[in-house]
T-cell receptor, first 110, second 117 residues
């Protein structure tokens, strides 16, 4: 079983749609969680950290469920510019090496 | 957020030459930096963990004699691809961690695109 798993997609949604991604992790001792966005041929960029209490940044909401060992990312009112690959990253739990999911591809069409 | 730079941004070289890539954390100190490689339409693959003042830790299957890593200071790590071959052509990305150990937020350099002819 992979340490961090994501549905690779692609998720193909119309503008204005709400889309949600999930990411599961296997190490129950993991301490920190992040969502990154990677555009084609570019480096990953931090989208948001994920906290147990959940956090929201504009149209983006991230949630952490420690009991079930998954994190989620919700994007409301999708824009064309949201099209990218979204990477789930988990850190800690006995290792200082961050573990990346393989990414979920999102395509927002007109 | 923290800024990481990489130089050069792209390289074209002949087979057999060595290529050096620099990764710098511009506004923070990174005890640990990571080097990744990404082939087209594939996910990031961790190559090695670069530790300031000590030897790098390589992932399984990554040749340490081919990919030389030096982390001379808290703001600079270098990756040298020795005797590059066409199969080494890829997108190389570094990252530096900011924050407490095990809870660091990774900030990525813009990447270096290597093409070996």
């Amino acid at each position: 079983r992979k340490e961090v798993e994501q549905d690779p997609g692609p998720f193909n949604v119309p503008e204005g749609a709400t889309v949600a991604f999930n990411c599961t992790y296997s190490n129950s001792a993991s301490q920190s969680f992040f969502w990154y966005r990677q555009d084609c041929r570019k480096e990953p960029k931090l989208l948001m950290s994920v906290y147990s209490s959940g956090n929201e940044d504009g149209r983006f909401t991230a949630q952490l469920n420690r009991a079930s060992q998954y994190i989620s990312l919700l994007i409301r009112d999708s824009k064309l510019s949201d099209s990218a690959t979204y990477l789930c990253v988990v850190n800690g739990g006995g290792s200082y090496i961050p573990t990346f999911g393989r990414g979920t591809s999102l395509i927002v069409h007109p | 957020g923290a800024v990481v730079s990489q130089h050069p941004s792209w390289v074209i070289c002949k087979s057999g030459t060595s290529v050096k890539i620099e990764c710098r954390s511009l506004d923070f100190q990174a005890t640990t930096m990571f080097w990744y490689r990404q082939f087209p339409k594939q996910s990031l693959m961790l190559m090695a963990t670069s530790n300031e003042g000590s030897k790098a830790t390589y992932e399984q299957g990554v040749e340490k004699d081919k990919f030389l890593i030096n982390h001379a200071s808290l703001t600079l790590s270098t990756l040298t691809v020795t005797s590059a071959h066409p199969e080494d052509s890829s997108f190389y990305i570094c990252s530096g961690g900011l924050g407490l150990g095990g809870q660091e937020t990774q900030y990525f350099g813009p990447g270096t695109r290597l093409l070996v002819l």
